[in-house]
């Protein structure tokens, strides 16, 4: 069955380093979604990316962030200058659709960031 | 804007039996989707169940159905026969247009499943 890939499924970082998250999503899906859930708390979305672009962020997807598609089956989520409130569970998810039953996301095993 | 709430933070439940998860929704959107996800404590999410806001039959998949009761803004997830492997955390999510079918989670509900 096809599925989310994420490496590494564990990163340390030191405060203010930058980090890169990585991320293959389902081969024949176009929607591709960056998530975090820091300890105990529930999931949250940063940002949704489509047709190469960004189609929506949150709040908390600020100019540290970044994302990008740099060939065809990578999907990066980059956190420039890291803080210790970046320390979570960050999630990439992808979609084959936007609407309906085919908009069901499915979530790769996550990368653990955690930021010394 | 859309909203989900998962009142139980923990269950418990005996081996074998059935248990109710409870999920009620907030949204003024008349098309959505509602999802349930599952959290081991490996920590991956994993894709259990989905309703439409227009399908007219509660969705099953295996041992588990969702109790969808429209009117009442509820999508409750039950899963038949537990086992132990079922104890997990429990993530509610809904999507709409409005929010731009990105989904909203719950606070998700911790269940246990006793031998």
């Known amino acids: 069955e096809p599925e989310v890939t994420q490496t590494p499924s564990h990163q340390v970082t030191q405060m203010g380093q930058e980090v890169i998250l990585r991320c293959v999503p389902i081969?024949?899906?176009?929607?591709f979604y960056w998530y975090r859930q820091i300890l105990g708390q529930k999931v949250e979305f940063l940002v949704s990316?489509?047709?190469?672009?960004?189609?929506?962020k949150s709040e908390i997807f600020d100019d540290q962030f970044s994302v990008e598609r740099p060939d065809g089956s990578n999907f990066t989520l980059k956190i420039r200058s890291t803080k210790l409130e970046d320390s979570a569970m960050y999630f990439c998810a992808s979609s084959e659709a936007l609407t309906g039953v085919k908009n069901i996301q499915y979530f790769g095993a996550g990368t653990r960031l955690s930021v010394l | 804007a859309q909203k989900i709430t998962q009142t139980q933070p923990g269950m418990f439940v005996q081996e074998k039996e059935a248990v109710t998860l409870d999920c009620t929704y907030d949204?003024?959107?008349?098309?959505?989707?509602l999802f349930w996800y599952k959290q081991p404590s490996s920590g991956e999410m994993i894709f259990l169940i989905y309703q439409g806001s227009y399908d007219e039959q509660n969705a099953t998949e295996g041992r588990y159905s969702l109790n969808f009761q429209k009117a009442r803004k509820s999508a409750n997830l039950v899963i038949s026969a537990s086992q132990l492997g079922d104890s997990a955390m429990y993530f509610c999510a809904i999507s709409t247009s409005g929010g731009s079918y990105i989904p909203t989670f719950g606070r998700g509900t911790s269940l246990i499943v006793h031998p």
């Open positions: 949204t003024s959107d008349q098309s959505y989707g």
């Open positions: 081969s024949n899906h176009l929607y």
């Open positions: 990316f489509y047709n190469n672009e960004i189609s929506e």
